[in-house]
């Protein structure tokens, strides 16, 4: 498995320190058995405790000495949730809101500028043509601008932000800045949108596995910590464990008053998407040629990975009327996204653990974790100072790495039933493995959660590849379509 990089294992060291002592989580050769551990020696206490280590701050490239004279920028903002907002008011005591206060001021004092945020409608189409009007106005009030990425995506065509990648301070393929994700919004070599931690709501939407280790613990399997960190933890790995945990407790066949070895804890119509990012299949159907522009083709594979989504959603009904969530206690496994571990799972009374997306199997190098609707801040071509805007993104977004980011992590784990040292390192290769679905941010409307559901996976019979070859004419068409107005905006 890639190794996490620096900052991660820096969150990692602090979690830990943070973090009581948690179970054994090792696990032996078959996924499905328990075997005795050798008892470990008594412990000798230790008559001064161990200092926490000291985590590693990653630094952003910005001159020494850069400021800009208490310059003012301002963010204008889709305030869908409060986690899709850049900024805080004020210090209130709570760990997350008082480490993004600190993020914000860190960066004013340093830079020697002013942040505020003012908030546009919640609903992200009525925000963006909120966006469109100031930025046809030329109303320069606003340095930032923040709404969903695939309708940014949408907007950036119109030619109304700059492309952050032209801006001198900014370094995109910083660590801070997820480059391996960043760089799927990358079309004709220029980046306009990029990951942010500045902004939660991506976090909040990345999807992970919960797994239920007081189930696990009944039946006999073990945690799958062990699994992640070897590499083996994959699709069919869970399915058998799955099927293995499932108990018919009525006799009369699949219903949600079983046992379940896996369901899903948000919109179904989400399944497919997270099976196929799980995949690493984030660039078929729409692809990149050598000069990023957008492509249409996929491999034989992204055929077997639609036959897995097909087969999970079916084979363990996660479609069925009144499927149990999580929080229930009557589930293995659920496939659910971070949101929910500071929400319905905050208050649950029974053991469970954290895990990322399963891998297509032990051959794929990496884990890879389905983010949606990320929210980050785009630069407008009305910003008074593209530059400085960028300059002071760059510095935001590399103090939400070191301050923000661990305290979102600690703050998911906060419920003493998951608070332990694996699920932490779990949460932090979750955040590490973060992307998105390229067919679903570039052109929504054919590609999209719900679209694609429902011409494929709630059909009563497998056709991956005929559902394929139906859209490919229609792709190919806006695809030329999009190219063109990329190259418009690129080549001037």
């Known amino acids: 498995m890639k190794r ?8 990692c060291l602090l979690l830990l320190s943070a973090c009581s002592a948690g179970g054994d989580s090792g696990e032996t050769n078959a996924p499905d058995t328990k075997t005795d551990a050798p008892t470990a020696p008594d412990a000798v206490e230790e008559e001064a405790e161990t200092e926490a280590p000291e985590p590693v701050r990653i630094s952003d490239s910005l001159p020494e000495g850069l400021e800009f ?10 305030p869908y949730t409060p986690f899709a907002c850049n900024l805080v008011e004020d210090m209130n005591g709570e760990m997350l809101n008082d480490a993004r206060y600190q993020t914000e001021t860190a960066v004013e004092d340093r ?3 002013a942040l505020s945020e003012d908030y546009g409608d919640h609903d992200p189409y009525t925000f963006n043509g909120q966006v469109r009007t100031l930025i046809q106005s030329g109303d320069g009030t606003y340095s930032y601008m923040t709404n969903e990425d695939y309708i940014i995506m949408r907007q950036i065509q119109e030619g109304s932000f700059y492309a952050l990648s032209d801006l001198p301070y900014l370094d995109l393929s910083a660590p801070y800045w997820l480059p391996d994700a960043t760089q799927l919004y990358n079309i004709g070599g220029k980046i306009w949108y990029a990951f942010c931690p500045l902004n939660l709501y991506a976090n909040q939407n990345t999807n992970f596995i919960a797994m239920n280790l007081d189930i696990a613990e009944d039946v006999n399997i073990e945690p799958q910590y062990d699994a ?14 799955a099927e293995a945990a499932y108990i018919d407790l009525n006799n009369n066949g699949m219903d949600p008053a079983d046992q379940l070895g896996l369901n899903i804890d948000m919109p179904v119509k989400n399944e497919w998407c997270g099976v196929l990012v799980g995949c690493g299949s984030m660039q078929e159907i729409i692809t990149k040629d050598e000069n990023n522009y957008l492509t249409y083709g996929y491999t034989p594979g992204l055929v077997d990975r639609l036959e897995l989504a097909y087969s999970l959603f079916h084979d363990f009904r996660l479609d069925m009327e009144d499927l149990p969530s999580f929080s229930k206690k009557k589930v293995l496994f659920s496939f659910t996204k971070l949101e929910m571990l500071t929400t319905a799972y905050r208050e649950v009374d029974f053991n469970f653990g954290v895990l990322p997306m399963p891998k297509y199997d032990e051959a794929q190098e990496r884990y890879y974790s389905r983010t949606f609707d990320a929210c980050c801040p785009v630069i407008p071509v009305t910003c008074p100072d593209p530059d400085m805007a960028g300059a002071v993104l760059e510095a935001l977004t590399c103090e939400a790495y070191n301050t923000t980011l661990p305290a979102y992590i600690e703050t998911g784990l906060q419920n003493k039933y998951v608070r332990d040292e694996d699920s932490s390192e779990m949460a932090a290769i979750v955040l590490e493995s973060q992307t998105v679905l390229v067919p679903e941010i570039m052109m929504f409307d054919q590609y999209g959660n719900s679209s694609f559901h429902s011409s494929f996976m709630e059909k009563p019979t497998m056709m991956a590849a005929s559902v394929l070859e139906g859209k490919k004419n229609s792709t190919e068409k806006m695809i030329a379509l999009l190219n063109k107005k990329y190259a418009k905006l690129i080549d001037g």
């Open 4 to 11: 996490l990089t620096a900052g991660l294992l820096a969150v």
């Open 69 to 78: 004279d208490g310059a003012s920028l301002a963010f204008y903002t889709n």
């Open 111 to 113: 830079l020697n500028v």
């Open 228 to 241: 992640v960190r070897e590499g083996t933890w994959t699709f069919d790995r869970m399915r058998a464990l």
